[in-house]
C-alpha cells in the first residue's frame, strides 16, 4: 500500500526568505501523481502545485516550486520570497493512476509560519 | 471562477440528532469524494462517487453514515445518529475522472456534536 510522510510537524521562515517543506511517499507504481495542497486557518483546501511522475521536468507555479526525485521516492516543495499570506498547513498527497481508483493519500501535514 | 460549495459551514447539534452536510461540485465534474478531518487522524476519505455511483464508501461508518448524490449538482452526507466522536470537518472535494483529475475542495462543514 502506498504511504506519504511529512517529518515535519512545524517549519518557520522569515518574510522574503525561502523555506522547503518535505514529503516522501512509498508506492511500487512507475506512474502517479504527486500534489501540494494549502490550507490556511479559513480550512480551505487550497491545490498549490501538482506532478506528474513520468515528467521529468520540476513542477513549478510562480514563487512555488517543486523537488522530485523519483527515484529516492521524494517530492519536496520550495516556497521563494515568503509572504505572510504563505502561513497555513501544507499538505502532500499521492494519487495513483489505477484504473477506477480514484482515492488520494494525505500526508499527515507540516504548519508553516511566516515571521515578520 | 468555479468552486466547490457546502453548506452549511458550520453546524452545532446535539447528540443523537440528524446532520445533513450538502455539496455541490464545480459544473462539469463527474467524482466527488468526502472526507473527514480531524486533529488525530488527519484527512480521513469517507466515500467517493463516480457519475453519481458509489465507488467505495469502506471509510464510512455504516451504521449511521450515509452519502448519495440525488443528481450531479448535489451530493449529500448525512449522520444519524450523531455522536460527539464525530466532530470534525467535513470536506467536499470534485474532479472530473480523466486519469488526471484534480480534486478541488470545498472550504468544508465544521461539526460539532455536544
Known amino acids: 500500500a502506498q504511504t506519504v510522510t511529512q517529518s515535519q510537524p512545524e517549519m518557520s521562515v522569515q518574510e522574503a526568505e525561502t523555506v522547503t517543506l518535505s514529503c516522501t511517499y512509498d508506492t511500487s507504481e512507475s506512474d502517479y501523481y504527486l500534489f501540494w495542497y494549502k490550507q490556511p486557518p479559513s480550512r480551505q483546501m487550497i491545490l498549490v502545485i501538482r506532478q506528474e511522475a513520468y515528467k521529468q521536468q520540476n513542477a513549478t507555479e510562480n514563487r512555488f516550486s517543486v523537488n522530485f526525485q523519483k527515484a529516492a521516492k521524494s517530492f519536496s516543495l520550495k516556497i521563494s520570497d515568503s509572504q505572510l499570506g504563505d502561513a497555513a498547513m501544507y499538505f502532500c498527497a499521492y494519487r495513483s493512476p489505477t484504473s477506477g481508483t480514484y482515492k488520494y493519500i494525505f500526508g499527515t501535514g507540516t504548519r508553516l509560519k511566516v515571521l515578520a | 471562477d468555479a468552486r466547490v460549495t457546502q453548506t452549511p459551514r458550520d453546524k452545532v447539534t446535539e447528540m443523537g440528532q440528524e446532520v445533513t452536510m450538502r455539496c455541490q461540485p464545480i459544473?462539469?465534474?463527474?467524482?466527488v469524494f468526502w472526507y473527514r478531518q480531524t486533529m488525530m487522524q488527519g484527512l480521513e476519505l469517507l466515500a467517493y462517487?463516480?457519475?453519481?455511483?458509489?465507488?467505495?464508501d469502506s471509510g464510512m461508518p455504516k451504521d449511521r453514515f450515509s452519502a448519495e448524490m440525488p443528481d450531479a449538482t448535489l451530493a449529500t452526507l448525512k449522520i444519524q445518529p450523531s455522536e460527539p466522536r464525530d466532530s470534525a470537518v467535513y470536506f467536499c472535494?470534485?474532479?472530473f475522472g480523466t486519469g488526471q483529475e484534480t480534486q478541488y475542495f470545498g472550504p468544508g462543514t465544521r461539526l460539532l456534536v455536544l
Open positions: 472535494a470534485s474532479g
Open positions: 459544473l462539469g465534474h463527474n467524482t
Open positions: 462517487f463516480r457519475n453519481r455511483a458509489p465507488l467505495d
